[in-house]
């Protein structure tokens, strides 16, 4: 999203904003490149975040999947490239992200549309209404909107997510996003039972079963979500319908999130 993420030589770099023990918001920046010949990531970050150093290496972790055991997923889903060569690849991760609420509203905002198009609303969105901040890295300029910033808007969000290309269904979507986690109706942040977070999201107009299998696979570290409706999983195994891939799907349990990525990376 622009704004808050770059990606430049390899390195992964945003923009943070997090609370300390106290509750106080803590800002800064993270740039997270690989080490292939070691085998870890590198991580750099400004000095303000050293108050909440466990909270960003957790986040990291997250986003990155550094807790998946690549071994025992493959050992389930390698019965995939029975179906065709190549569908399933040892070591395939599922990308997580740094900050939950910013992936639910993404999520959304992907709903029938381009990743591209989604990206362009995420980063109007942003630059309008995100939190300026100074990280002297080139493109890293603001802060997400957070839920408390999103509900301050009351009934104008239509208009202002409105003037920014973003339907009015999917801005009360969004609103109604944000005050279901500020009444803490929904938790992503180690939730001991995704399905049950994902029912309370579907309760939420205009969040169906993709948005919120999506939400469940990125947000809430769900090992076991699949989006049989996607057009990217049925491209990948085209001509099956959606109702056969799901049946196809259950000898992929409990790894489908890790299925869905792979489909996708055939892409």
């Not at 991580?43 to 957790?58: I, N």
């Not at 003037?163 to 969004?174: D, M, Y």
Request: glycine residues 6%.
């Amino acid at each position: 999203i622009g704004g808050i993420e770059v990606v430049k030589n390899g390195e992964y770099m945003r923009t943070v904003h997090l609370r300390n023990a106290e509750g106080k918001s803590v800002y800064g920046w993270v740039r997270v490149s690989h080490k292939p010949k070691k085998n870890v990531l590198s991580v750099t970050m400004s000095e303000t975040l050293l108050p909440v150093l466990p909270q960003v290496l957790a986040r990291i972790r997250h986003l990155f999947d550094l807790y998946c055991d690549p071994y025992a997923i493959y050992e389930t889903l390698k019965t995939m490239n029975d179906i065709r060569p190549g569908l399933c690849i040892l070591g395939t991760r599922v990308p997580g992200c740094f900050n939950t609420f910013e992936m639910s509203v993404r999520a959304v905002l992907g709903q029938q549309i381009t990743v591209k198009a989604a990206s362009t609303l995420a980063a109007r969105i942003v630059a309008t209404y995100g939190t300026p901040i100074q990280t002297g890295i080139e493109g890293l300029t603001h802060i997400f909107p957070s839920p408390e910033d999103i509900l301050a808007m009351g009934e104008n969000i239509t208009n202002n997510f409105g003037l920014l290309g973003v339907t009015s269904a999917r801005s009360n979507t969004i609103y109604e996003l944000a005050r279901a986690l500020i009444r803490e109706e929904i938790d992503f942040d180690l939730c001991a039972q995704p399905e049950e977070e994902m029912k309370k999201l579907m309760t939420i107009r205009g969040i169906g079963s993709w948005t919120a299998q999506y939400i469940a696979m990125r947000a809430m570290e769900w090992p076991d979500a699949f989006l049989e409706t996607d057009s990217g999983v049925k491209k990948a195994l085209q001509p099956y319908t959606s109702k056969e891939l799901l049946k196809m799907a259950e000898s992929w349990r409990p790894w489908r999130s890790y299925a869905t990525v792979n489909l996708w990376n055939t892409l």
